[in-house]
């Protein structure tokens, strides 16, 4: 089991950045993979970034490539979403998920991910 709390929205105007933190507790933080999603209203909840246990690898959605980085620090229990020129359509509750999975693939999909986050609201305004 662990607890994923998210923090570090906000409302922010188009071009500014945000950084958001998930703090994770319980099973020991290393050996899982971390993503990050996000859902804005009337929409489906849509994978934003992914980190494996190390933090070497990374992956993004194409939509928030070369905008967001996703890191982590294992000694802290925390992975970071740093988001840069940040736009309007950004705007989503965003959640922190957990992802048990063996191997070292990736995932996009919210299936693939067991433990989530709260969320916190992002709101760019124009």
């Known amino acids: 089991q662990v607890q994923l709390v998210d923090s570090g929205g906000g409302l922010v105007q188009a071009g500014a950045s945000l950084r958001l933190s998930c703090a994770a507790s319980?099973?020991?933080?290393?050996?899982?993979?971390m993503g990050w999603f996000r859902q804005a209203p009337a929409k489906e909840r849509e994978f934003v970034a992914a980190?494996?246990?190390?933090?070497?690898?990374?992956h993004y959605a194409d939509s928030v490539k070369g905008r967001f980085t996703i890191s982590r620090n294992n000694a802290q229990n925390t992975v970071y979403l740093q988001m840069n020129s940040l736009k309007p359509e950004d705007t989503a509750v965003y959640y922190c998920a957990a992802d048990y999975s063996s191997g070292y693939a990736l995932s996009d999909r919210a299936s693939g991910y067991t433990y989530w986050g709260q969320g916190t609201q992002v709101t760019v305004s124009s």
């Open positions: 319980g099973r020991t933080f290393s050996t899982y993979k």
């Open positions: 980190i494996t246990r190390s933090g070497i690898t990374t």
